[in-house]
């Protein structure tokens, strides 16, 4: 079965929208800082503002040049830290080389880090602490299987990909000793032996790799949940743009043995979303408390 996550996503967003509407006062406030032409950012931060637009959150933009010192580039996040009327704060990435991530990552106040990638938040997550933000794609790929009454108690969950963004927090996330956790996870990477065999014992396994129609249809036991995270192009002549977007699933073989397995596009991507404006909904309603 197909798990349909742009619909499953705009279920939320619609949820956070009545929300709002029922706001006294000021309303939400999400940051976005994007340095640089950089085309896929560019168009991932058109979507998110225009999220927010859709379910009431308010947006701000600013956009740098791709030659902004570091240090100027800090001091902009630290106005935004300062400035009450906002909530969430995100730097799309990636950066300019010259530009260190992980300080930029560190300066954002971690109560307004919706992204979930400051130290502190990522350290709340590994302890168990719900009181921080969890990254949005791991976040939604939990709340994806919840909603499909998908139980990962118990079961073997395999994610392939370590990366801060996806991979670690994912696995922190469903080993956790709470609601919608215990399950054993096994994290695979490049240097992994006998991936094959592993993905064959998995009840549930999750890619993000970045490697087009990796995962195949041998590679997978009859029943498992598939989760893909990947977004890659690959040359399509009948397409106008001349390509076309795939997962890192060969999805026409292997949803054939799935219980349930997610599309590419139309999965993961939409969910994504739906946890950032989560996020900042949050972030606002603590800071309101």
Do not use: W
């Not at 939400?28 to 058109?46: D, E, K, M």
């Not at 080389?97 to 307004?112: A, E």
Request: glycine share 8%; proline share 7%; hydrophobic share 40%.
């Amino acid at each position: 079965m197909l798990i349909d996550g742009k619909a499953i996503a705009a279920t939320i967003q619609k949820e956070i929208k009545d929300t709002i509407e029922q706001l006294p006062g000021r309303k939400p406030c999400l940051a976005v800082i994007l340095v640089g032409n950089h085309a896929p950012s560019q168009i991932y931060v058109r979507r998110k503002t225009e999220a927010c637009a859709e379910v009431g959150i308010i947006s701000i933009k600013r956009e740098l040049p791709p030659t902004i010192a570091e240090d100027h580039l800090l001091q902009e996040v630290k106005q935004l830290n300062n400035d009450p009327a906002v909530d969430g704060i995100l730097v799309q990435l990636p950066l300019p080389y010259h530009i260190n991530p992980m300080h930029v990552i560190n300066s954002i106040d971690p109560l307004k880090d919706v992204d979930g990638f400051h130290p502190i938040n990522v350290g709340k997550l590994l302890s168990g602490d719900r009181d921080g933000f969890i990254p949005c794609t791991p976040l939604g790929i939990k709340v994806m299987l919840e909603r499909m009454e998908v139980e990962v108690a118990g079961k073997h969950v395999l994610v392939i990909g370590r990366s801060n963004i996806v991979g670690k927090p994912m696995a922190a996330l469903l080993m956790q000793n709470q609601s919608f956790g215990n399950a054993t996870v096994t994290i695979a990477h490049r240097h992994s032996t006998q991936l094959k065999q592993l993905c064959q014992m998995s009840d549930i396994v999750i890619i993000a790799i970045g490697k087009p129609h990796f995962l195949t249809a041998d590679m997978v036991k009859e029943g498992a949940v598939i989760i893909d995270v990947g977004i890659n192009k690959i040359a399509d002549s009948s397409k106008k743009s001349g390509y076309r977007i795939v997962g890192d699933v060969d999805f026409p073989n292997v949803k054939k043995k799935c219980r349930y397995i997610t599309p590419v596009p139309g999965g993961v991507g939409p969910m994504t979303i739906a946890m950032l404006l989560q996020n900042t909904l949050q972030s606002f309603q603590n800071q309101d408390e």
